[in-house]
């Protein structure tokens, strides 16, 4: 075989490694454009899905507070014009009974009829013939320790107050506020901690004024 032929194989097998690289370029930036391409697609599919899928509404702090107000626009009102206050209630709730003596208070419920266990439902309205404070610190100290949870001073319907809450051991926590009315007179009113309604209740609290 003459040298030329050697010449002319060894160029054809150059121009075919040639080839063979430059379409092994090709294949692989075909590759890596198709890999992208997949990419883009399926992030663009989950986006996609995410912004369809039905919005599940998490509770909100303001939701879960209890500080949604109740409309009291139709609820009627309790007066006791004996201890000079009033306070309005539900409509389609039972007036309460006459107070009743009860350990040397007296006492009667606002609450929405039928069973009633007489602690942690509807309100307790129970008259003590005792200045406030000392209501107050006997109310304390017969807590068994451990009990209170709080107890502090507040304002309402223009007085100052106290409240406490602790712990029944009945399943619920019972507030209690304490109000001065009469000279020497003080009324509990007692709800269950996180009884809403009642809260409502004893919000509309004021004092009646004689003329």
């Known amino acids: 075989m003459s040298k030329s032929s050697y010449l002319t194989g060894d160029s054809t097998i150059g121009t075919l490694i040639l080839q063979i690289k430059h379409m092994s370029k090709k294949f692989y930036?075909?590759?890596?454009?198709t890999i992208a391409?997949?990419?883009?697609?399926?992030?663009?599919?989950?986006?996609?899905?995410?912004?369809?899928?039905?919005?599940?509404?998490?509770?909100?702090?303001?939701?879960?507070?209890g500080n949604e107000s109740i409309d009291t626009s139709d609820w009627k009102t309790y007066r006791n014009e004996e201890y000079g206050f009033e306070l309005k209630m539900p409509n389609n709730w039972p007036d309460p009974k006459l107070f009743e003596e009860v350990g040397g208070n007296m006492?009667?419920?606002?609450y929405s009829g039928g069973h009633f266990e007489g602690c942690c439902q509807g309100v307790r309205l129970e008259v003590i013939q005792k200045p406030l404070e000392s209501v107050y610190q006997q109310r304390l100290d017969?807590?068994?320790?451990?009990?209170?949870?709080?107890?502090?001073?507040?304002?309402?319907?223009?007085?100052?107050i106290r409240e406490?809450?602790?712990?029944?051991?009945?399943?619920?926590?019972?507030?209690?506020?304490?109000?001065?009315?009469?000279?020497?007179?003080?009324?509990?009113?007692?709800?269950?901690a996180d009884d809403k309604l009642a809260d409502q209740i004893v919000a509309t609290f004021s004092f009646l004024k004689f003329e």
């Open 29 to 33: 930036l075909l590759f890596t454009l």
């Open 37 to 65: 391409l997949a990419a883009s697609a399926f992030a663009l599919w989950c986006v996609n899905k995410k912004a369809m899928a039905p919005v599940v509404s998490e509770p909100t702090a303001t939701q879960n507070s």
């Open 107 to 110: 006492r009667t419920y606002v």
């Open 142 to 160: 017969n807590l068994t320790q451990g009990d209170l949870i709080s107890s502090h001073e507040k304002k309402m319907a223009g007085m100052s």
């Open 164 to 192: 406490i809450i602790y712990d029944t051991h009945y399943g619920k926590n019972e507030r209690i506020r304490f109000v001065p009315i009469k000279k020497n007179y003080t009324l509990e009113l007692g709800v269950a």
